[in-house]
């Protein structure tokens, strides 16, 4: 897959210098994916992704307290980023 | 008719590609659209890699990563890597992936071989090691040390505090019978107490952590009791407690050493001191300890004759001459004295040679 905006990786990176690694990881994944549609995501992701139709996918890794928000075109092999910050079922699990 | 696509060079023109993007992420493949959009993402992506770090994932982060997107456990890793140990070793860095435990993990959970078979660095058993050593040492200090400070606290709750100790010494010595102001005693005389009992008196804030290290290194190796208290501690011990020896009197009368240095000052803790320490008989302060060995008042004392009842508080009952044939063991220490007075530049060292040359007699006993 090809990731659009990942200068937004780059800087929430610099930012948070401890989740880089984890973002390296997290970007490398993603370019050896080749995902044909989103349920490839969800099989790859599946305990992390929060999917809105129609192509809206959300990486949310609550014990890394991350949450990447992207849109995906399978066919095209794009992956958008759009923000990256603090994940939100942390957030619901901490009342 | 679409507006030509041109190359990005600044971050305008890539946020400006960016938003084109967006507007047509939805493109079917096969339509024009589609083809703007993969032109545009090519040159994005370009234009991203020209900016970004060329810096790799680390192979067990890309693991590690995984398992989380798959919600796979360490016992499933161990499962299928053979060993728990294993397992953790990897997931620790402690061990390289390899070629079998790469294949492993691309078949069976479908991580791309290739983020995991970068080399990387692993860390030595040795550095390991020492690691866990050093880990192990602070927490053992760290605890150490809380268990002091809270031993501490627990017996210093109900010693007195600061004011009471000012309130109870303010004038109780001034009560003993042949009560000697401290400046009414010669420097030589004080001098001497200082080099026997306390040479840094004036230098320590109540009690010395070396001589106490000292005495207890010393204890625990000769099984035989050794002092190490200063001339504060010995006030503390012989006015303010009245407990027989033990670990507990000693961290008590540090705490109290410590209140009494706030409460007084130092000449005044001397001076009590001087006053109240034990000279073996029935003698308690120097002035009776003077009257009672060489029939003097303390500020007719030689320097040899200081120096002898300076050495006296440390083992009355071995120095003293008046009960039993001491006399070798008494001069030793007497010219022990007279010898750190000299090293401690309190005297010179002639001075000290001709007081050596002294010899020890008590009026009337020999």
């Known amino acids: 897959m090809r990731i659009l905006g990942g200068n937004t990786l780059n800087a929430y990176a610099m930012r948070k210098p401890r989740r880089k690694e984890f973002l390296l990881a997290f970007r490398a994944l993603v370019e050896a994916a080749s995902w044909r549609r989103l349920k490839d995501v969800e099989g790859q992701f599946l305990q992390v992704v929060d999917v809105?139709?129609?192509?809206?996918?959300?990486?949310?890794?609550?014990?890394?307290?991350?949450?990447?928000?992207?849109?995906?075109?399978?066919?095209l092999g794009l992956v958008r980023v759009f923000s990256v910050g603090p994940s939100d079922r942390k957030k619901r699990r901490t009342p | 008719m679409s507006k030509p696509i041109r190359p990005i060079r600044t971050e305008a023109d890539h946020a400006a590609a960016l938003a084109e993007i967006d507007a047509l992420f939805a493109a079917t493949p096969e339509s024009q659209d589609a083809d703007r959009l993969e032109v545009l993402s090519v040159l994005v992506a370009e234009y991203e890699r020209a900016q970004g770090s060329a810096i790799s994932a680390h192979p067990v982060e890309v693991l590690k990563m995984a398992m989380k997107a798959q919600g796979r456990t360490q016992a499933e890793l161990a499962e299928l890597l053979g060993s728990r140990s294993r397992a953790s070793e990897v997931l620790g860095r402690r061990r390289q992936l390899s070629g079998a435990m790469v294949e492993?993990?691309?078949?069976?959970?479908?991580?791309?071989?290739?983020?995991?078979?970068?080399?990387?660095?692993?860390?030595?058993?040795?550095?390991?090691?020492?690691?866990?050593?050093?880990?192990?040492?602070?927490?053992?200090?760290?605890?150490?040390?809380?268990?002091?400070?809270?031993?501490?606290?627990?017996?210093?709750?109900?010693?007195?505090?600061t004011e009471h100790i000012a309130a109870a010494l303010s004038g109780s010595t001034?009560?003993?019978?042949?009560?000697?102001?401290?400046?009414?005693?010669?420097?030589?005389?004080?001098?001497?107490?200082?080099?026997?009992?306390?040479?840094?008196?004036?230098?320590?804030?109540?009690?010395?952590?070396?001589?106490?290290?000292?005495?207890?290194?010393?204890?625990?190796?000769?099984?035989?009791?050794?002092?190490?208290?200063?001339?504060?501690?010995?006030v503390a011990k012989n006015v303010l407690l009245k407990e027989s020896p033990s670990l507990k009197r000693k961290i008590k009368e540090i705490i109290l050493a410590q209140r009494l240095e706030d409460a007084l000052t130092k000449d005044r803790i001397l001076?009590?001191?001087?006053?109240?320490?034990?000279?073996?008989?029935?003698?308690?302060?120097?002035?009776?300890?003077?009257?009672?060995?060489?029939?003097?008042?303390?500020?007719?004392?030689?320097?040899a004759e200081a120096a002898y009842l300076a050495g006296l508080p440390k083992a009355p009952n071995v120095y003293r001459l008046d009960v039993a044939d001491n006399r070798i063991r008494a001069k030793e220490r007497r010219d022990w004295v007279l010898n750190r007075m000299a090293a401690d530049g309190m005297i010179t060292v002639s001075a000290a040679r001709l007081a050596s040359a002294e010899p020890l007699t008590v009026p009337g006993r020999n």
């Open chain 2, 271 to 303: 001076e009590t001191w001087l006053n109240v320490v034990y000279f073996g008989g029935k003698e308690y302060g120097v002035t009776a300890a003077a009257q009672h060995y060489f029939g003097k008042a303390p500020g007719n004392l030689s320097v």
């Open chain 2, 174 to 234: 001034a009560n003993v019978p042949g009560f000697t102001p401290l400046q009414d005693l010669p420097p030589e005389l004080i001098k001497a107490f200082l080099a026997a009992e306390d040479e840094d008196f004036y230098g320590h804030a109540g009690y010395s952590g070396t001589a106490i290290l000292r005495a207890a290194w010393h204890t625990a190796v000769s099984g035989k009791r050794q002092g190490g208290s200063t001339i504060t501690q010995q």
């Open chain 2, 104 to 161: 492993k993990l691309a078949q069976s959970w479908a991580i791309p071989a290739a983020l995991l078979s970068a080399p990387y660095s692993i860390e030595s058993r040795l550095l390991r090691t020492l690691k866990i050593g050093v880990a192990i040492l602070a927490i053992t200090i760290g605890l150490g040390g809380a268990a002091v400070a809270g031993m501490f606290a627990w017996y210093g709750s109900d010693l007195p505090d």
């Open chain 1, 52 to 75: 809105t139709p129609p192509d809206c996918i959300a990486f949310d890794f609550p014990e890394e307290n991350l949450r990447i928000e992207t849109r995906v075109n399978c066919a």
